[in-house]
């Protein structure tokens, strides 16, 4: 790689970084006040596990050479791995493992308990995303060989957290006492910026190169964003009479998902229909989510799940030979469709009952447990998991 190229892949990795403290105050403005820091560290402590996970034996299952469908410990401590390219892309790859089991934790705010979680983070990654991210991004992983495009993310990391978030709400219940509205809405819209913003790392760091891929990922990326933004605060007119900021974030982070299998593969009216589908799916999906009975608290399925089960799907339509090197189904290729859609199967059913496992073992783990007291949760977890409060006013205690 040239100067540039490097230049370039480490500040995209910083940018992938930043999205998770932007997740962790998107998530911290959508929970009542007497949960936000505990939400917060969810997702500010999977940036400490996950980086020592994915040093150690992450790397390793996920691009080891291995097999078809895990890699083996060849990697293991990132001990073959001299300063260069490869560092480089382990280095841009743990950006990735870090922030997708912090999309799960939106299904389980404000009843989960916190030290379970940490146990939680090393299992999962090691057991679900690691292998999954060798499907679709090892030169060996079954997907990739079988041609299915995911550019930056939408099976490993948005369809593969959100469905684990679904088998989360399900084994751990519904919340006793759930928040009418968003504690903080300020906060989610400086959530949904910042991820907006490191999206860019995200998906115009995937080609791996300061290129003219790069450049169009980059203005496809905010194209999405913006359609899908606009879309979502449309329908609310519609519906409500008002605007939603919290609606018109989250709608903006629906596209983002949406677009990132994509980013590689599309042109700008590509990205355009990308971008309205989710706007509209994403709101349908978030309208629909109550009469479902899962308490899926921040909707984690229904913007992450919906939007990449859509982006993936999606690819398949308007991927363009001049920009992936294959005809999309728009070009009269209606196999890579095919193939999308098995990527997006395996990794929903792979991920749901691995995840079920992995949280039912966890529960019958005496001293573990996943469920807070019936007290804490009343109390609220930033005082009864963390001795501490959000907001203090007054010299209030």
């Known amino acids: 790689m040239d100067s540039g190229s490097i230049a370039w892949l480490l500040t995209a990795s910083a940018l992938v970084l930043l999205m998770t403290p932007g997740l962790a105050f998107f998530y911290g403005g959508l929970v009542r006040s007497r949960n936000v820091i505990s939400t917060i560290m969810l997702s500010f402590m999977s940036m400490a596990v996950v980086s020592v996970v994915w040093v150690l034996w992450g790397y390793s299952i996920a691009f080891g050479e291995g097999s078809a469908i895990v890699g083996d410990l060849s990697l293991i401590g990132l001990k073959t791995i001299e300063p260069g390219d490869d560092m480089l892309f382990a280095v841009f790859q743990m950006m990735f493992a870090i922030i997708t089991p912090a999309l799960i934790t939106g299904a389980m705010v404000e009843r989960f308990k916190f030290t379970t979680y940490l146990v939680f983070l090393v299992a999962w990654v090691t057991l679900v995303y690691a292998p999954i991210a060798h ?3 090892a030169s060996n992983g079954w997907l990739f060989e079988l041609g299915a495009l995911d550019f930056a993310g939408g099976t490993v990391v948005h369809i593969n957290a959100a ?8 084994l751990v219940g519904k919340r006793r006492d759930p928040g009418l509205e968003p ?5 989610v819209v400086i959530g949904a ?10 998906n115009a760091g995937s080609g791996l190169a300061a290129d003219g891929v790069a450049i169009n990922a980059f203005l496809v990326t905010n194209t999405a964003a913006a359609t899908a933004a606009l879309t979502w605060g449309i329908l609310s007119q519609i519906q409500n009479k008002r605007m939603s900021a919290a609606g018109v974030a989250t709608g903006a982070v629906g596209g983002l998902v949406a677009i990132t299998p994509a980013a590689g593969a599309v042109g700008v009216m590509g990205a355009l229909a990308i971008g309205l589908g989710a706007g509209v799916f994403c709101y349908l999906a978030v309208l629909i989510r109550p009469k ?9 399925f229904a913007v992450h799940g919906i939007g990449g089960i859509w ?6 339509i308007f991927t363009v030979s001049a920009f992936a090197g294959v005809e999309g189904l728009i070009e009269g290729n209606i196999e890579q469709w095919g193939i999308q859609a098995v990527g997006v199967a395996a990794t929903i059913a792979y991920s749901f009952v691995a995840t079920l496992i992995i949280l039912k073992v966890l529960d019958l783990i005496p001293g573990l447990g996943l469920r807070v007291s019936e007290r804490d949760e009343g109390t609220g977890l930033d005082v009864a998991a963390h001795g501490e409060r959000a907001y203090v006013s007054d010299g209030a205690d």
């Open 311 to 316: 982006g993936a799907l999606a690819t398949g």
């Open 183 to 187: 504690g903080n809405v300020p906060y």
């Open 135 to 137: 499907w679709v991004w």
């Open 193 to 202: 910026a910042l991820l907006w913003f490191g999206w860019f790392g995200f």
């Open 292 to 300: 479902l009975g899962i308490d899926d608290s921040l909707d984690v």
């Open 163 to 170: 469905v684990a978030a679904v088998a989360a709400a399900l």
